[in-house]
C-alpha cells in the first residue's frame, strides 16, 4: 500500500482556480490534482513531482524539508480556508468537521483562514500568525 504525502488545501467559496495555477506554475515542481469532499467543498492537493514520478528513497529528513517547502509556498496565497501537511491528509476534514472538531482537538501544522479564527469560539489561544491572512498550529520549524 502507497501513503500519500501531500499539502492538502480546502479553497471553500474561493474555489480551486488560483491555488492550482500558483501551484502549476512552480515550473513543474508539483503535481496539482482538484476535487470535492462529502459536502462539495473545493480541494486542491499538491504533490511533489519528484517524489511520486521516482519512488523516491533518500534521507529521511527529505519530508521535513518536503514539508518546509509547502508551507513556505503556501505562505505566499491567500485564496483558501485551510490546509495541512502529511501523509494522506486528502479531505483531511470537512469543513462542519473541522467547525465541530476544533475547540477539543489540536492539530498540528494546520493553517486557517484569519476568518475562520474569529468563527470559532475559544481557539484563538491555539493559533499564531502564520501570514496576514491565516493563522495556524505550528508543527513544523520553518526556516
Known sequence: MTLIFSLSIECGALGTEGVSQ??????GRYKVNTFQDEESNPWVMILDAALYSNY???PKDFFE????????DLKKISFFRYAIVGLEVD??????ELIEDLPT??????????????EIKGVESKFERFNSSHMWIPGWKLD
Open 65 to 72: 524539508v518536503l514539508t518546509s517547502k509547502y508551507y513556505q
Open 91 to 96: 479531505e483531511f476534514r470537512t469543513y462542519n
Open 22 to 27: 500558483y501551484f502549476q506554475g512552480k515550473g
Open 56 to 58: 523516491y528513497r533518500g
Open 105 to 118: 482537538w489540536e492539530y498540528p501544522g494546520l493553517v486557517i483562514s484569519n476568518q475562520m479564527v474569529k
